[in-house]
């Protein structure tokens, strides 16, 4: 049991508001008469109710049991999240129960098995576009901070399901929380490129400790109901039969004086000593300049945590509302909020996923080929409960493959993900042979190799029974290449990780897409469904970015300030660490797959070529753009120069072998102003259907920046014309890489953004 402050005087009934009590934010509540009483903006409570009015979602429901417990309940399917509406009912139910005098006490919970998944995230929406000065223009989030913490009446949380953000802020409020064992519980702010904004950065600290909590809020990291009880988060777990009880009688033990009153923010127990609270703070952020060097909003975290812990919680309140009410406003939220929805939007298939189709359930997988894909899917399902059957040609790989996957599930257990219990019970789902006699019920996945996979799918047809879905992992071949020997062309579907990239070609049927839908949820990936072309929609524009930076260098830029700039605007690598740990056969070969004269393909430079003829293959052969001197270290190699000038001599790009000088900024547009060229391609093609999966497909596909929201959108945000100009002018100058296409040079000239939903004649889907 923590050492808790507790309340010194509770009388049922009396509204007990706090000495130093500060209006966090400026007052409007539903009551204009306390509003005006207090000097509130009416006036933009008039115009946030009105836009409040048009978007209708949510309530809290109240019901007062009799035992004098009333349970507030937030239902706003499906995640419960906390729009407008939600909070004027919650204020109005919190205001009625604190009135009542059969009421002694307050429960606060979620319908359907979730507390709340937080703040709605349409409302950052609202605040931008209305320009709003204050949160609490919008939201009466004094109703936490005034009403229900100074209440007379002590409130309880009970939490089932997920308890995020905005929904964890407000159980931190109450004076216990008592959850199931499934229950969920974060403060996910961060990802949105915001900090949590109704004291969460002053109440989670107070509960869990400063590490845990900086440990949860930068890293937007959940934790489980038994984690949250050992820290103290949660104060008891109980089944969901018995929640709503526990928290009722739990509730009525601290009015009723038999546990204590505990104030959140009165507690300093868990915070460590001054010393300790300097040192985690100087750590932390270190590593946040580390490791997001483009992003503000970590750093602001740790100073309003900080504020807190120096200057007082209040102090600390301020601020979070003060740094939180600019950050809304930013381009990263802006951008962070798109993808949310994209990803969200990208399951979702028109055609195909609105026709009425349910999965069909798929009780067990195979896979051909152990190697570092096969036994990587192999991992990811077995994760999510799959019975796996590995099939490889002999004895030997198919045990170099179970240990691959033992390796990955170690690597599991090792950093605390899984038990040895649970490890031993996820490799029980393994089955290996080498034989297709046991391939009964199953989806397939093969490597990349065309001849291979034409004759696996050949060999499955025999075998397999008529609904198994045949599935196979590749980033660059056509389907129908592959599927050229069998006459299943309607089963085959490709894999790509960690994007699950769900390949159509034109005969795949909707059900075997809805089936793949639903096994990528089950197994954690976001998936975006595409059609079949060399590359579908990743690998083309990944191809494009690494060839852009090859013909940069070419043109006289050196390797490593690509690479230097590339990182400092958000790729987790520049394009040359990235061939090296691709490795350059395989970079060739992919390269070797694109028809000749397709956009990604007309670029012949040499570098890579000669490298390849000194054996420099990339981080595999130590040497590749860079050296490795037996770790991931990548050290900048001055040998690098006689194979870039043996290329440029070859390339001739440049008039009188000028070297070409760009600024960082010219850098930036040269290396992915093409990326956009060729996704526009792809979109144009109707190998993607909406601007959205772009984006979320060159995020996690190819780690361009979350905070800028995905190439398509980011494009967007330069606008068409000055792309198209920039393009225009490069063709000139360097040749057709360059040449913008008809759908970019169509939306410049129209002024359409290049997102815009498009006519889809050409849908490959
Ligand atoms: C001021 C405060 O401090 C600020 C905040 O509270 S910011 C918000 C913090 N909350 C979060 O970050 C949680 C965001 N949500 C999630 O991470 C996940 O949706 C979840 C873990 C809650 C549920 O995941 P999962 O079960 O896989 O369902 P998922 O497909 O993601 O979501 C289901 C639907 O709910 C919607 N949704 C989820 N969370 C939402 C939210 N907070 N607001 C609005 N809609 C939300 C999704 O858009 C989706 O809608 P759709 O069915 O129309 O596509």
């Not at 403060?187 to 900090?195: R, S």
């Not at 060097?293 to 200057?311: A, F, K, R, Y």
Request: aromatic share 6%; charged share 25%; hydrophobic share 40%.
């Amino acid at each position: 049991m923590p050492t808790v402050r507790t309340h010194p005087v509770r009388g049922l009934g009396a509204k007990i508001r706090w000495p130093s009590q500060i209006p966090l934010f400026k007052t409007t509540n539903a009551a204009a008469s306390s509003s005006a009483a207090r000097g509130g903006s009416v006036v933009v409570e008039r115009s946030s109710r009105r836009e409040r009015m048009a978007e209708k979602k949510g309530r809290t429901e109240m019901e007062v049991r009799p035992d004098g417990v009333a349970v507030i309940a937030v239902a706003n399917p499906p995640v419960n999240a906390l729009s407008i509406d939600v909070f004027y009912s919650l204020k109005d139910n919190y205001e009625e129960a604190l009135r009542r005098n059969d009421v002694k006490a307050i429960v606060v919970t979620g319908k359907e098995g979730v507390f709340s998944g937080g703040l709605d995230i349409n409302t950052f929406g609202v605040i931008q576009r209305n320009k709003a000065e204050q949160l609490n223009d919008y939201l009466p989030i004094d109703t936490m901070a005034s009403t229900l913490e100074a209440a007379g009446k002590p409130s309880v949380a009970a939490i089932d399901g997920f308890a995020l953000g905005g929904g964890l802020e407000i159980s931190m409020v109450c004076q216990a929380r008592i959850s199931t064992p499934t229950a969920e519980l974060g403060l996910p702010e961060l990802q949105f490129g915001v900090i949590p904004a109704f004291g969460g950065t002053q109440r989670l600290p107070r509960l869990v400790g400063l590490t845990k909590a900086l440990e949860m809020m930068l890293l937007s990291k959940t934790i489980k109901a038994e984690e949250a009880h050992q820290l103290g988060l949660v104060d008891a777990i109980v089944s969901p039969d018995d929640l709503l009880d526990m928290a009722c009688r739990w509730a009525l033990d601290i009015c009723e004086s038999r546990r204590p009153w505990v104030h959140t923010l009165s507690r300093t127990d868990k915070l460590e000593s001054p010393d300790e609270v300097r040192e985690i703070l100087k750590v932390a952020r270190a590593q946040v300049q580390k490791q997001s060097t483009n992003l503000q909003h970590p750093l602001l975290c740790i100073d309003v945590i900080e504020e807190g812990i120096v200057s007082g919680p209040r102090a600390g309140l301020r601020k979070e509302a003060i740094v939180f009410q600019d950050l809304v406003f930013t381009d990263t939220c802006k951008s962070l909020v798109h993808v949310f929805f994209s990803q969200r939007a990208a399951p979702k298939v028109p055609g195909i996923t609105d026709i009425g189709l349910m999965p069909r359930q798929v009780a067990k997988v195979g896979i051909v080929g152990g190697g570092l894909m096969g036994s990587g899917i192999a991992t990811a399902l077995m994760l999510s409960h799959y019975p796996v059957i590995l099939k490889a040609v002999s004895e030997k790989s198919l045990n170099a493959g179970i240990d691959r996957i033992k390796a990955n599930l170690q690597s599991q257990v090792r950093k605390g993900k899984m038990t040895e219990e649970e490890y031993e019970k996820t490799l029980s789902l393994l089955t290996g042979v080498v034989g297709y006699e046991s391939f009964k019920d199953v989806d397939l996945s093969v490597v990349e190799d065309v001849n291979v996979k034409q004759q696996v799918f050949a060999d499955l047809e025999q075998y397999c029974p008529s609904h198994c879905v045949l599935a196979t992992n590749t980033s660059t071949i056509d389907l129908d290449l592959i599927g050229g020997k069998t006459n299943s062309q309607d089963r085959i579907i490709a894999h790509v990780m960690p994007l699950l990239e769900i390949v159509r070609s034109k005969r795949t049927l909707p059900q075997v897409v809805v089936d793949l839908l639903d096994v990528g949820k089950k197994i954690k990936k976001t998936p975006i469904v595409v059609g079949s072309c060399t590359g579908f929609a990743v690998s083309r524009m990944f191809t494009s970015y690494t060839e852009t930076a090859l013909l940069l260098v070419d043109c006289g830029m050196d390797v490593y300030k690509i690479d230097q700039v590339c990182t400092e605007f958000g790729m987790p690598m520049g394009p040359f660490r990235l061939l090296d740990l691709v490795g350059f056969g395989v970079a060739l070969a992919s390269r070797m797959q694109y028809p000749e004269n397709s956009s990604v393909s007309v670029n012949k430079s040499m570098l890579v070529p000669l490298m390849l003829e000194d054996k420099r293959t990339g981080e595999a052969s130590q040497k590749g753009f860079y050296k490795y001197e037996g770790n991931r270290k990548a050290i900048p190699d001055p040998d690098i120069i006689k194979y870039v000038q043996k290329s440029r001599s070859m390339a001739r790009i440049m008039p009188d072998n000028e070297l070409l000088k760009l600024d960082n900024k010219e850098i930036v547009d040269m290396v992915f102003f093409p990326v956009i060229n060729e996704a526009c391609q792809v979109l144009s093609e109707g190998i993607a259907i909406k601007a959205s999966d772009l984006d979320v497909a060159s995020i996690l596909g190819m780690g361009f920046p979350q905070c800028r929201g995905g190439i398509m959108y980011w494009a967007d945000s330069i606008g068409a014309k000055r792309i198209h100009a920039k393009l225009s002018e490069w063709e000139r100058k360097y040749g057709q890489f360059f040449k913008p296409c008809s759908y970019l040079s169509e939306r410049a000239e129209e002024g359409v953004p290049l997102s815009a939903a498009k006519n889809n004649a050409n849908a490959h889907l």
